[in-house]
């Protein structure tokens, strides 16, 4: 829509405050307000729920892979050949054997749920999720049989261990006596403490070498499952597909999608409503660019109709108000885009400024998951989210544009 001179002239006359007009400026700061603040909130809120499944998925899939074939009973005695097999199907990645099964782990008395896991210790030093995750000692100091363990940094917190520390493993299947079961309990010491991120997973997780795990359960030279990883998670079904009839005898399958539906699913509910929530609040900047701009028509009536005497046609006076309310629109447009990303940037202390003011722990790892706030900002859908907020500040001045093109110069004049 490109503008003459005089009606570059006019729409930047009116897009500043005149004598008397305060009131007007105000209504239209209060909508660019508006508007900066609902973009702001978009960019922010979308980035984080994008952020947030991003790195819940590279988490679970980097400790769960995307998909396991499990043992039926637990246990899988022919491993070797289920991993040969994966391996050799196109589109499998890896294929890791593990053992996995929920246990206790005590330490100066204190008990606390464990959740076991038995890995090669090349897997171990080699998984993505764990690698460089150590907080203190190293996953390289691990060997079978040498009685050494790595625990979750929240778990090594509840249970009160540091490095070094001689910790008890216990098997509530142990071996039967005329008296029952007895307990299974076995020592080892801590050569590392990890934070992956997850607060579940540090505050369960225990690794061990897969000797040490088969002995501690009383397994022999089985496993409780092969971990596959895919060249794509979203095709984990269609890939695994041709593996599935081979390996029945031995194993079931589970996908990332199964295991973990209900998570994913609500994530996805919440990212739509909160979307369309906070949609909202451009569309009500919207309706306060409306009334600005109907409130500067009602002020500007007389100057219309001179306007309108001296030649000034009806395409023009719409050109010159839509350029004003789209202005104020864009305005908040780029101020908002720029708050959000700076909100972004710099969201922990954010979430630690919150913390402090209201006295709360606003990001609970024992809630989300997570122990940081994650981000992650997809292009395309601010540029949606810009689309959208500039159509919506363009529809919302057509109405007041059209009424102050439709001003009768006559009956104005005549009254006035």
Do not use: C
């Amino acid at each position: 829509m490109l503008l003459s001179r005089y009606e570059r002239m006019i729409a930047k006359r009116y897009l500043l405050p005149g004598r008397g007009e305060a009131f007007i400026a105000v209504v239209a700061g209060f909508s660019l307000v508006a508007v900066m603040l609902g973009v702001a909130a978009l960019i922010v809120v979308m980035s984080v729920m994008n952020g947030f499944r991003a790195e819940l998925f590279d988490k679970i899939t980097g400790l769960n892979g995307h998909a396991v074939i499990q043992g039926y009973n637990g246990q899988m005695r022919d491993w070797r050949d289920v991993v040969k097999q994966a391996k050799a199907t196109p589109g499998i990645v890896s294929a890791t054997p593990l053992i996995e099964q929920p246990l206790f782990a005590s330490y100066n008395g204190r008990v606390e749920f464990a959740l076991v896991r038995g890995m090669t210790v090349e897997d171990i030093r080699a998984n993505p999720t764990l690698k460089g995750k150590e907080i203190v000692g190293s996953f390289a100091n691990m060997k079978p049989g040498g009685e050494q363990i790595a625990i979750g940094s929240r778990l090594a917190k509840s249970i009160g261990a540091e490095l070094g520390s001689e910790i008890s493993i216990i098997n509530p299947q142990g071996a039967a006596t005329p008296f029952g079961t007895m307990f299974r309990i076995v020592k080892y010491r801590v050569a590392a403490i990890f934070e992956v991120g997850v607060y579940d997973y540090d505050k369960a997780f225990v690794i061990m070498p897969m000797e040490d795990a088969q002995t501690l359960l009383l397994l022999g030279d089985s496993v409780g499952m092969v971990e596959i990883d895919t060249e794509n998670a979203d095709n984990v079904e269609t890939i695994l597909t041709p593996l599935a009839p081979k390996i029945r005898a031995s194993g079931q399958i589970v996908d990332w999608r199964q295991m973990n539906s209900q998570l994913f699913e609500a994530l996805s509910v919440d990212r739509i409503v909160s979307f369309v929530v906070l949609s909202l609040i451009i569309i009500v900047a919207s309706f306060n660019i409306v009334s600005s701009l109907i409130m500067l028509v009602r002020a500007k009536t007389r100057d219309i109709a001179v306007l309108r005497t001296m030649g000034a046609s009806r395409g023009g006076l719409m050109r010159i108000f839509v350029t004003v309310g789209t202005t104020i629109g864009v305005v908040g447009i780029a101020a908002g885009s720029l708050l959000g990303f700076l909100l972004i940037q710099f969201r922990e202390y954010v979430v630690k400024f919150i913390g402090l003011v209201t006295g709360m722990d606003v990001w609970d790892p024992s809630m989300r998951f997570l122990t940081e706030l994650p981000a992650k900002t997809d292009p395309a859908e601010v540029i949606g989210i810009i689309v959208m907020a500039f159509l919506f500040s363009f529809l919302a001045t057509l109405y007041p544009a059209w009424k102050a093109a439709s001003t009768d110069p006559v009956q104005v004049l005549r009254y006035e």
